[in-house]
């Protein structure tokens, strides 16, 4: 029997929770998901993924994905990505804007571009990048943090791009690097950390 989840209307990151309670209640072998933006569908394809599930995504509309999701096994791994990588790098760096500091916007965006540029040197500590509110910015906007932010990720350095932000800023097509994200996995990776940085 298929598990029908209506994740309409629902905000970030209630679509997530909800195939998750349905995964440790229930334990479906097929389910359907239903959503209404492209971040839920990313977010609840990738977790469904990540617990042994087979998705096929088919658009309806510009309002409507429907995910099902099969998982002939009937085994559920429940692996988060964020909990999969058992590794010493324990520093996140969480980036809430465009710009390091306040005073003059030109300068904070230089300063930025130059901090972003100069990560590759503590690369071996970092277990990933965290851009949320005006910081999903910079995953969307040609330039040198972009550009350095794609040489980060080319080095395994993990990026997760907050899916209700870039909704928010009409970015989400734009998107060029990092894995669209939602709030449960912001919370379990803060989480896991040893040390925040937030320039």
Not at 12 to 29: A, F, I, S, W, Y
Not at 129 to 138: A, E, M, T, Y
């Amino acid at each position: 029997m298929t598990e029908t989840l209506d994740c309409q209307g629902l905000v970030c990151p209630q679509p997530v929770l909800k195939c998750k309670e349905l995964l440790e209640t229930k334990h479906p072998e097929t389910c359907q998901v239903l959503v209404d933006n492209l971040a839920a569908c990313e977010n609840v394809n990738r977790f469904l993924s990540r617990n042994g599930y087979t998705i096929k995504v088919e658009q309806q509309s510009s309002q409507l994905w429907i995910l099902t999701a099969n998982n002939a096994s009937g085994t559920i791994q429940a692996k988060a990505d964020n909990q999969s990588k058992d590794t010493s790098a324990k520093t996140l760096v969480f980036i809430t804007s465009q710009q390091v500091g306040s005073g003059d916007d030109t300068l904070g965006t230089k300063l930025m571009e130059n901090f972003l540029a100069t990560l590759p040197e503590i690369e071996n500590e970092l277990m990933g990048i965290i851009l949320l509110n005006g910081g999903v910015k910079l995953a969307a906007t040609p330039g040198k943090a972009l550009e350095s932010l794609k040489t980060l990720a080319t080095h395994g350095i993990k990026i997760l791009v907050c899916g209700t932000c870039l909704n928010h800023y009409g970015l989400l097509e734009a998107k060029a690097v990092g894995e669209t994200t939602n709030m449960l996995d912001i919370v379990t990776t803060l989480a896991l950390a040893n040390k925040i940085i937030r320039p």
